[in-house]
């Protein structure tokens, strides 16, 4: 978080039912802060419309100030594209759009109401990352186009997509936030703030008050933050683009794009080459045309039905949302992605449990992550068991342990199939399959899975969990 600064609210100014509690972001056109709903009791994001070098505030007051008289019809014409873009965005009720609630007007600006989103913006992630793979670019890419055609269909523009205004929640989802219509519309009546334009990322109209701009535009910006996400940084900037492009020069956009054909299927970087062409006519026009080119990626239907909630499984809601906090837990916000994939390959639970196990980067968390799911029910639609919870004709294995030559029972297999997990993964499942056919009794059967293993500490492991 950021600290106030003199022209900021105050931490623990209070805006009618709102106290600012710190300061999420500063932009050239306004503030963006963290604040505490204290009627309904929730954290929201409150946008100030502030624009820079036309506003100010004397240090300990509210009310904004204009520095000069000749800038009060800009200042004023951008505060009442603010709020048109305010009334516009209420509209919207879509996942992958942030949820503006209200709009207030005092202290001679006006602020924005939306929902607060935790989580990281997709530049924080590629600052760590540097690039992302195309399973990745798909989750992502498919949700904000899905935002994006709401948007245009309301005829209305983004205009300021880029990677710090995409924001990843912590369950994985993308939500488009920091909409620039009003900074453009205010760019357009004041050419000292075309700077506002972030380079790499504005298509070539947005440089200039007299060309059309449409969903091409935006197209564009998404096209660039993709070919960022693909190159690790973004391309060059669409001006010096037309001037290579009207001198017939070669244009470094294209070349690296076609230099990630080992890593990137031809069909994607064909989608992303036609969004980032400098000639608006060259581009897709409508949000539909780049859908319709995505479903002839290979991965396309695998990929969508990740970001969809499941219409038909075999797995109980109440079995998967208590898995997916558990997988949570051990790898983080991908781990919904994770469940919604394996969800649609996996026959039982074991399975299902073979798959995730394989996504977990350590032993100690694997180990982690299958303890708390020892209690899983072994019927992929019944209710959990608790732990605790026991039908009078149930053991434990400590208690069946006690007789060594008994024959293989249910509760044996399953501690089996935990215990291998941990040591080899998915590969457990055949092993012990294997075993149960083989053998009868419980000797043969840990016998005949050591034989298997190969590693003296993971047969040293396996024993050890098999005989808690």
């Known amino acids: 978080m950021l600290e106030s600064t003199n022209f900021s609210l105050a931490n623990g100014f209070k805006l009618d039912s709102y106290e600012i509690q710190s300061i999420l972001g500063i932009g050239g056109f306004g503030i963006t802060y963290k604040s505490y709903d204290r009627v309904l009791k929730q954290v929201v994001a409150i946008k100030e419309y502030f624009p820079h070098g036309i506003a100010y505030r004397t240090v300990g007051k509210a009310e904004v100030v204009i520095n000069d008289e000749e800038n009060q019809a800009v200042y004023q014409y951008g505060l009442e594209r603010f709020l048109e873009e305010a009334r516009i965005l209420a509209k919207f009720k879509h996942p992958n759009i942030i949820r503006v609630m209200q709009f207030i007007q005092k202290n001679n600006t006006a602020y924005l109401v939306m929902d607060f989103e935790s989580g990281a913006s997709l530049a924080q992630l590629l600052k760590k990352i540097k690039t992302l793979d195309e399973l990745q670019i798909v989750n992502f890419f498919i949700p904000i186009l899905n935002g994006l055609k709401v948007i245009h269909e309301h005829s209305f523009l983004h205009r300021d997509i880029k990677p710090s205004n995409i924001l990843i929640r912590e369950n994985g989802t993308p939500v ?87 890593k990137y299927s031809a069909e994607l970087v064909n989608v992303i080459d036609k969004t980032l062409q400098v000639d608006p006519k060259n581009r897709y026009q409508t949000v539909s045309a780049v859908l319709d080119a995505i479903k002839k990626i290979s991965s396309y239907q695998a990929q969508t039905t990740l970001l969809v909630e499941p219409q038909e499984t075999i797995f109980s809601k109440e079995l998967i949302r208590s898995i997916t906090a558990n997988l949570a837990e051990e790898i983080g916000p991908i781990a919904d992605t994770v469940i919604r994939k394996a969800i649609y390959k996996a026959k039982s639970i074991e399975e299902l449990k073979g798959l995730l196990i394989n996504t977990i980067p350590t032993e100690g968390r694997r180990s982690n992550f299958l303890k708390k799911l020892a209690y899983l029910p072994s019927s992929m639609n019944g209710s959990l068991v608790e732990k605790n919870s026991r039908t009078p004709n149930e053991t434990t294995y400590e208690e069946n342990s006690m007789h060594e030559s008994s024959s293989l029972d249910q509760a044996f297999i399953e501690q089996a199939k935990l215990a291998l997990l941990v040591a080899l993964g998915p590969i457990a499942n055949v092993l ?32 050890k969990r098999m005989q808690r």
Request: aromatic share 8%.
């Open 176 to 262: 488009l936030i920091d909409f620039g219509s009003a900074r453009q519309a205010l760019n357009q009546q004041n050419t000292m703030l075309t700077a506002m334009v972030t380079p790499g990322y504005a298509p070539f109209e947005q440089y200039f008050n007299d060309e059309k701009q449409g969903a091409w535009t935006d197209l564009y910006s998404l096209g660039a933050t993709v070919f960022h996400c693909m190159v690790g940084e973004a391309p060059l900037v669409s001006t010096k683009r037309m001037g290579l492009l009207r001198e017939e020069k070669v244009d470094p956009t294209g070349l690296a794009l076609r230099k990630l054909g080992s």
């Open 432 to 463: 012990i399959k294997k075993a149960t056919n083989q053998t009868t009794s419980r000797a043969d059967f840990i016998a005949q899975i050591t034989k298997q293993m190969t590693k003296e500490k993971q047969i040293k492991d396996f024993l």
